[in-house]
C-alpha cells in the first residue's frame, strides 16, 4: 500500500485544506444562527427544552458543514480511477462525512459522561492531560473509522473497505492525540483566555487539520485498493444497502434524541399545589407580630401572603453544620472526621418520633464516605429503639427522598435511591421492624428536568436543618479521610421551633411528588439492586403524630422558610424582595452567578448577552447598588460554572459602569472549590440553603430548592466571621479583555 495517492501530493493536500476549512466555517456559522433561533423561538422558561434543542439544532449544522466538507474533499480522492462521476462522488463523499458526524454524537455523548463522572458530576477545572489526550484521540479515531469506513463501502468492494477505515482512524486518531496532549499542556483555562473565538479557532485548526490528514490517507488507501481496476468497484446493490443501513442508524439517534426532548419535559404526576399547614391554630397561639425590620418584612410578606400561616417567630438557632470542616479562624465548633455529615447523623440518631431527609444526590460508596456515616447514625438511632422501645411508644418512621439527579455516563437517571438502600442496609437498618414499629421509606423524586435539588432534614417536627451540600465525597475533609475527599466548601444551618412545621410540609410535597422503593422482605445490601423497584406514588402520612404536634416557643428569633418549585416561587420572590430591602452592605458567597442560559453564547460573542438577559436576583443586586448597598461577592472560579459566572459578573460591571456605579461592586474568587448558597444582607439577615444563583434555580420550570432566612444575631456573627476569613484569601475576580472585563479591582 503506497503512503500517497499517484497525483500530485500537495495538490491533494491544497484541496483538501480549502474544503476543511469551508466545512467548518460552514457549520460554525449555521451552529450559531440555529441556536440563535432556537432561543428565539423555545420560551426562557424552559431552559432544559432549550438546551436539548439547541444541540440537536447545532449537530444538525454541524453534519451540514462536514457534509460539505466531504463533498470538496472528492475532487483529491482517486475516484475517477473507480469510474465514479463528479456528482455521484460529492455525493458519497458528502454523505459519508455529514453522516459521520451525526453518528458522533454517541462517542461525544460519552465522552462528555466520563467528564461528569471525573469531577463527581460537574465539569472541573480542566481534564487532566491524560484524560484529554486518550479522550479526544478516541473521538478523532471514532470519526475516522467510521468516516473511512462508509467512504470504502460507498466506493469500494466491501472485502476492501476496510482499507480507508484503517486509513481514517489512523489519520484522526493521530491528530486527535496530538492535539489531546497539546491541550492538556497548555491548559483549557489557557485557551480560553482568547475568548469564544479564540476557541473556535483552535477547535477549527484541529478539525481542519484532522480532516486534511485523515482524508490523505483515505485517499492513499481508495488508490491503492483500486490497482486493479473496474473490477473493484463497490456495485449498486453495496451501495443501497449501505445507505438503508445508514439511514436507520441515524434515525435510530433521532429517535433517542426525540425521547430524549419528552423525557426532559417530564414532570412530577402529582398537579397539586403545595399544600397550606393545617396548624393554623400554632401560628395564631405564636402570637407573631408583623416584623418591622425591613428585611424581614420583605420575607414576612412573601411567606404569609395567600392566607400562610407565619411560623417564623418563636424559633432559635443551634448552629451551623460545615463541610468539609470550619477552620479555627472564624468557629469555635469542633472538627470532626467527617464535617457537617456527622452533624446530621447526630441529629438523625437523637430523633424520638420521626427523621425526614431529603437530597438531590447520595453517592454510591458502600461502606465509606458520607452515604455511611448517615447510615450509622440512622443505625445507631434503630438500636436505642431496640435496647428501649419504651422510650419510642410511638415507634419510629424513617424517610429518605432522593432528587432524582441524572448520571450521564450510563443514562440513568435517579440510581442514588439504591445507593441509599445500599448503606442502610449494609449498616444493619432494616427497612421495617413492625413489633417496635419501626419503619424505613426511600423515594426518588419523579421529575427529571427538573429534578429536585432542595436539602433538607426535619426530626420530630421540630428541628429543621437546611444545607446546601449532598450526600457525597467532594465535601469530606480529604487530609482526615485518606485522601478521599473533595474539601468543597459548603453550609448548612439548623434550627429548633416552628419554623420546622413549614419544612416538614416542604418535604410532604416532595414526597407526595416521589415513588417509593419496594423492596423484597429477604432483601441485602448485595441484592438491593435486583431485590427492589420503584413503584407507586408516596403517601404524606405521619403515623407519629408530628404533622399536628403543637410546637411551642423555642426562642425569640425570625425563621423563615423558603421554598420553591414550579408553581410555587416564594424562595424566588422573598430573596428579590429582601435585596430589594437592603440600605447598608450584601456579602454574598456562591457558587453559581449566572445569567440567563442564552448567555452561554457570550462565549462566542459577549455582545449576545446583555443586562436584559439578567436573572432578578442580579437585577435587584444592580438596584441596591444604586441605593448605595455595597455588594462583596466571593465566587467559584473554575470549570463550565466558572466561565458562567464570568459572563455573569462581565456583564454586572458594565451596567453598574453604565450608570456610575462601578465601586459599587468587589468580586474575589474563593481560594478552592465552593459550593455554598449564602448571603448576608446589612450584616444581620442570613441565606442558607440550596438555591443557586443561576438560571435552572429561578426559571419558572426550574429545580425545586429550599433555603432559610433568619435574622438570629449568633447566625450572621458567625457567618460574617466565616465570610471575612475567605474574603482575606481571596483573589480579585479577573475578567479576559474579550468579555469587556476590567482586568480585576483594587482593594
Not at 27 to 53: E, N
Not at 165 to 182: D, I, P, S, T
Not at 557 to 581: C, P
Amino acid at each position: 500500500m503506497r503512503l500517497l495517492p499517484r497525483f500530485n501530493p500537495w495538490s491533494v493536500v491544497a484541496r483538501l485544506s480549502i474544503s476543511a476549512v469551508l466545512g467548518v466555517l460552514v457549520g460554525a456559522l449555521l451552529a450559531r444562527g440555529a441556536v440563535s433561533l432556537v432561543l428565539a423561538l423555545v420560551p426562557a422558561g424552559q431552559p432544559y427544552v432549550r438546551g436539548v434543542a439547541g444541540t440537536l439544532a447545532a449537530i444538525l449544522s454541524v453534519m451540514v458543514g462536514f457534509g460539505l466538507s466531504g463533498a470538496l474533499s472528492t475532487r483529491a480522492l482517486p475516484i475517477a480511477r473507480l469510474g465514479l462521476t463528479r456528482a455521484q462522488a460529492r455525493i458519497r463523499g458528502g454523505i459519508a462525512a455529514g453522516a459521520t458526524a451525526g453518528l458522533l454524537i454517541v462517542p461525544v455523548g460519552a465522552l462528555m459522561g466520563l467528564a461528569g463522572i471525573y469531577r463527581g458530576g460537574l465539569l472541573g477545572d480542566s481534564f487532566g492531560a491524560g484524560q484529554l489526550t486518550a479522550g479526544l484521540g478516541l473521538v478523532a479515531a471514532l470519526y475516522g473509522l467510521l468516516s473511512g469506513g462508509l467512504m470504502g463501502l460507498l466506493t469500494l468492494r466491501a472485502r476492501l473497505a476496510w482499507r480507508p477505515a484503517v486509513a481514517g482512524l489512523l489519520g484522526f486518531g493521530a491528530v486527535g492525540l496530538l492535539a489531546g496532549a497539546a491541550l492538556g499542556a497548555v491548559g483549557v483555562p489557557s485557551v480560553l483566555g482568547g475568548g469564544g473565538w479564540g476557541l473556535l479557532a483552535v477547535l477549527a485548526s484541529v478539525l481542519a487539520l484532522g480532516q486534511v490528514v485523515g482524508d490523505l490517507l483515505i485517499a492513499a488507501s481508495i488508490d491503492a485498493a483500486s490497482d486493479r481496476g473496474e473490477q473493484d468497484r463497490a456495485h449498486s446493490g453495496q451501495v443501497a444497502s449501505t445507505l438503508l443501513v445508514l439511514v436507520l442508524a441515524l434515525l435510530g439517534i433521532w429517535a433517542v434524541a426525540r425521547a430524549g426532548v419528552n423525557f426532559v419535559q417530564s414532570r412530577p404526576s402529582n398537579p397539586v399545589a403545595l399544600a397550606v399547614p393545617q396548624r393554623q391554630s400554632l401560628g395564631d397561639s405564636l402570637g407573631c407580630a408583623a416584623p418591622t425590620d425591613p428585611l424581614e418584612l420583605a420575607a414576612w410578606r412573601v411567606t404569609t401572603r395567600e392566607g400562610r400561616p407565619d411560623f417564623s417567630c418563636g424559633n432559635t438557632f443551634l448552629g451551623f453544620l460545615h463541610t468539609p470542616n470550619p477552620d479555627p479562624a472564624f468557629s469555635s465548633v469542633p472538627t470532626t472526621p467527617h464535617g457537617g455529615f456527622d452533624g446530621l447523623a447526630t441529629q438523625m440518631a437523637g430523633a424520638k418520633r420521626e427523621v425526614l431527609f431529603a437530597v438531590m444526590e447520595w453517592h454510591d460508596e458502600p461502606g465509606r464516605g458520607p452515604g455511611a456515616v448517615l447510615a450509622g447514625g440512622i443505625a445507631q438511632l434503630y438500636e436505642r429503639v431496640r435496647g428501649n422501645p419504651a422510650a419510642y411508644p410511638d415507634g419510629i418512621t424513617l424517610r429518605i427522598a432522593l432528587g432524582n439527579f441524572p448520571v450521564p455516563v450510563n443514562l440513568e437517571w435517579g440510581p442514588q435511591v439504591y445507593a441509599a438502600a445500599r448503606d442502610l442496609l449494609a449498616a444493619g437498618v432494616p427497612l421495617a421492624d413492625p413489633a417496635r414499629k419501626w419503619r424505613v421509606e426511600v423515594a426518588n423524586y419523579i421529575g427529571t428536568f427538573p429534578h429536585s435539588h432542595a436539602k433538607l432534614l426535619v426530626t420530630d417536627g421540630v428541628d429543621l436543618t437546611v444545607m446546601g451540600f449532598n450526600v457525597g465525597p467532594l465535601h469530606l475533609d480529604s487530609a482526615r479521610n485518606d485522601g478521599h475527599g473533595g474539601n468543597v466548601r459548603d453550609l448548612g444551618v439548623r434550627v429548633r421551633g416552628p419554623v420546622a412545621a413549614d419544612g416538614l410540609n416542604v418535604f410532604d410535597d416532595l414526597w407526595t411528588r416521589s415513588r417509593l422503593l419496594n423492596c423484597a422482605p429477604d432483601v441485602t445490601a448485595a441484592t438491593v439492586q435486583r431485590a427492589c423497584r420503584l413503584g407507586e406514588v408516596a403517601k404524606a402520612t405521619h403515623p407519629q403524630g408530628t404533622d399536628e404536634l403543637r410546637i411551642g416557643v423555642k426562642g425569640w428569633e425570625r425563621v423563615f422558610s423558603l421554598y420553591r418549585r414550579e408553581g410555587f416561587r416564594a424562595a424566588d420572590d422573598a430573596t428579590v424582595g429582601m435585596i430589594g430591602a437592603a440600605t447598608q452592605t450584601i456579602d454574598l458567597m456562591h457558587v453559581s452567578f449566572s445569567m440567563s442560559v442564552g448567555c452561554n453564547l457570550a462565549l462566542l460573542n459577549p455582545g449576545l448577552c446583555t443586562f436584559g438577559d439578567a436573572l432578578p436576583w442580579m437585577k435587584a443586586l444592580a438596584d441596591a447598588a444604586g441605593r448605595g448597598v455595597q455588594i462583596r461577592a466571593l465566587l467559584y472560579e473554575h470549570g463550565f460554572l466558572g466561565l458562567e459566572n464570568r459572563v455573569g459578573l462581565a456583564v454586572l460591571r458594565r451596567e453598574l459602569e453604565r450608570r456610575g456605579l462601578a465601586d459599587r461592586l468587589e468580586a474575589r474568587w474563593y481560594p478552592g472549590a465552593v459550593h455554598a448558597k449564602t448571603m448576608l444582607l446589612d450584616g444581620r439577615m442570613l441565606t442558607v440553603g440550596s438555591q443557586n444563583l443561576h438560571y435552572s434555580s429561578w426559571t419558572p420550570r426550574g429545580l425545586n430548592e429550599y433555603t432559610l432566612a433568619t435574622t438570629a444575631p449568633a447566625a450572621a456573627a458567625g457567618y460574617a466571621r466565616e465570610f471575612a476569613f475567605f474574603w482575606s484569601k481571596a483573589e480579585p475576580a479577573e475578567l479576559p479583555g474579550w468579555l469587556g472585563g476590567d482586568g480585576g479591582e483594587a482593594d
